[in-house]
């Protein structure tokens, strides 16, 4: 399973999946109470689905266990996803594998180094991104 973010001719393939992946999707349903028959249910639209926050690292070096070897520093891989965020538009997050294929908005990115190894965890929360017909 492979993890990209991509914005317009710009990508980044995770080096280092994160553990788990999930994304929740919902409707709008309402219900009403109605005299004589108690309550009723209204099925909605779908509400814009949910990513729970993705947590990895950029690593500095290569690891055995990092899916490929030719990937970005860290620095640059927190100065991609700042640009994107800068720029005001949406991002795909494609998930390979599962046919996990969504136009997003990056909601937060939280990044920092730990434990001195010149390693660079992240957490990048995203949602849904829905484009509104002109």
């Not at 919902?26 to 814009?48: D, M, Q, R, W, Y």
């Not at 990115?109 to 929360?125: I, K, N």
Request: some cysteine; aromatic content about 14%; proline content about 8%.
């Amino acid at each position: 399973m492979e993890f990209w973010l991509i914005q317009n001719n710009d990508n980044l393939r995770l080096p280092v999946p994160p553990s788990s992946y999930a994304i929740k999707k919902a409707l709008n349903n309402t219900s009403v109470i109605v005299e004589g028959i108690g309550e009723v249910s209204f099925i909605g639209k779908p509400k814009l689905a949910e990513i729970p926050p993705i947590t990895s690292f950029f690593p500095s070096k290569y690891y055995s266990f990092c899916q490929y070897s030719t990937f970005p520093t860290p620095k640059e891989c927190t100065d991609l996803i700042e640009k994107w965020m800068a720029s005001g538009n949406p991002i795909r997050y494609l998930v390979t594998g599962i046919s996990l294929n969504t136009l997003c908005s990056i909601e937060d990115f939280e990044y920092g180094e730990q434990d001195g190894t010149g390693d660079v965890y992240f957490t990048l929360t995203l949602k849904e991104y829905k484009v509104i017909p002109s």
